[in-house]
């Protein structure tokens, strides 16, 4: 069986000191000096940044804040706050819940600062940057780091989040609940305890947001689980989202993980030394688009999963995928050392896989199969090339025009669950099984 049989998710580096860009330049607009902020204070000087913040606000003028390091207590931003910071204009959080909020406000803007949470506690689910009901919502060119709990959360609101980089997070870097073609892009995630980017609505709706072009390293799974955290980018109940162009490397579990996430799209990422699963649709969805992916390093490639749950639907196309191994770190005994796992309504066509122990394409786990076509894929040193269910109850499966070659286990195997109990049906055997269609697969 594949990795997927289990229960549905309900569920520091150095700090980075200058904001991603090399400097910010000063806009017209408010000095926070003329309402007596100070740098290098050494002091919390929370009323008098609020007081500047405020004052910009209601003058609808950005408020720069210059070069040097500020201590502030929580914050509260207002429609139309636009701070922009120096380069090394930098906030250190003295006390939580958070460092900078907002609450319904429209036109948000924080570009170039440096916000340091100094490891202060957030409360649950609590994050340094804490935004809801905002539109229009702009966070560019800040650096993050040592918030404890999550750096940035945003709750049903629009806007972009670009060119950020955040760092040492004891939560997940970016935390987005219930928001609205929200977009991701551009950003640097570096050791995030439970999660980099989470895209999640509430119960199961359109979201439409766009994560892409983003490094997401070295993201952790310290609350533990099976899957629900440790993920670089996990997007939950979010329909309509778009996963693209990411750079990821060694996250607990999944580079990209779809859980109960329709018409989700994950294309032309680049995925590295992944703890499971690389690239995961799974549970109640229909209609994943799986193209075009890199993976070096996983336990199983890529997924598309728990036909049992209403999961259905996918395209797997162009993916190349190399060097999984049979290790997953939860243990048990579900398949793993798989280049690509499908169940139902599923096309896969184009893959290039090499170097999976167990299997290359396993095509249905026991009686969840509906519908497959594995069709032009290349694949090279495996156990089995493709394995495919034939257990009563199995549905159809159509695998043609296959490159199979060095596969040590036979080129196409008869499967019931894990264990092969057909000989090698590329030489001949398929008749016996009507759903099942065997043609024109080369083996070498």
């Not at 210059?66 to 120096?86: N, W």
């Not at 992944?274 to 490639?301: K, R, W």
Request: charged residues 20%.
């Amino acid at each position: 069986m594949l990795v997927n049989r289990r229960r549905l998710l309900l569920g520091s580096l150095a700090l980075v000191a200058t904001p991603a860009r090399a400097q910010t330049e000063k806009p017209q607009g408010l000095d926070a000096a003329q309402f007596g902020v100070r740098a290098h204070a050494g002091v919390d000087q929370t009323r008098q940044l609020q007081r500047a913040i405020d004052r910009a606000a209601q003058a609808q003028q950005p408020l720069w804040l210059a070069t040097g390091t500020y201590r502030s207590g929580p914050l509260t931003l207002r429609g139309g706050s636009q701070i922009v910071g120096g380069r090394g204009a930098r906030i250190v959080l003295t006390r939580g819940p958070s460092l900078l909020a907002a609450h319904d406000a429209e036109g948000v803007a924080l570009t170039g600062l440096a916000l340091d949470g100094g490891n202060t506690p957030l409360g649950r689910d609590g994050a340094l940057v804490a935004i809801t009901g905002a539109r229009n919502l702009r966070i560019n060119d800040c650096a993050i780091a040592n918030a404890n709990g999550n750096a940035i959360g945003v709750f049903r609101s629009t806007g972009t989040i670009s060119g950020n980089s955040i760092a040492g997070s004891a939560d997940n870097a970016l935390y987005c609940v219930d928001n609205t073609g929200v977009i991701i892009r551009g950003n640097k995630i570096a050791k995030s305890g439970n999660g980099g980017i989470r895209v999640w609505q509430s119960v199961k709706r359109n979201d439409g947001s766009i994560v892409e072009n983003n490094i997401i390293e070295d993201t952790e799974a310290r609350a533990g689980g099976s899957g629900q955290n440790g993920n670089a980018i996990n997007i939950f109940r979010a329909a309509g989202v778009t996963v693209r162009g990411n750079t990821i490397r060694r996250a607990a579990f999944s580079a990209v993980r779809g859980n109960a996430a329709s018409h989700i799209k994950i294309l032309e990422n680049q995925c590295y030394e992944l703890g499971e699963v690389a690239i995961y649709s799974e549970f109640e969805f229909e209609d994943a688009t799986i193209v075009n992916n890199v993976v070096d390093g996983a336990a199983v490639g890529v997924a598309v999963t728990n036909y049992d749950k209403g999961g259905r639907g996918a395209v797997v196309r162009g993916n190349v995928i190399r060097n999984v191994v049979n290790k997953r770190p939860q243990g048990g005994p579900d398949s793993y050392g798989v280049g690509i796992g499908v169940e139902a309504d599923t096309l896969v066509t184009g893959n290039t896989i090499v170097n999976a122990p167990v299997m290359g394409i396993e095509v249905g786990s026991g009686k969840y199969l509906h519908n497959v076509t594995v069709t032009g894929n290349t694949v090279r040193q495996t156990g089995i090339g493709i394995g495919v269910s034939v257990v009563q109850g199995a549905g159809s499966a159509t695998i043609t025009d296959n490159l199979i070659v060095d596969a040590k286990g036979g080129a196409i195997r008869g499967m019931a669950w894990d264990k092969a109990v057909t000989g090698d049906l590329a030489l001949g055997g398929a008749a016996r099984y009507p759903r099942l269609r065997v043609s024109g697969n080369k083996t070498g």
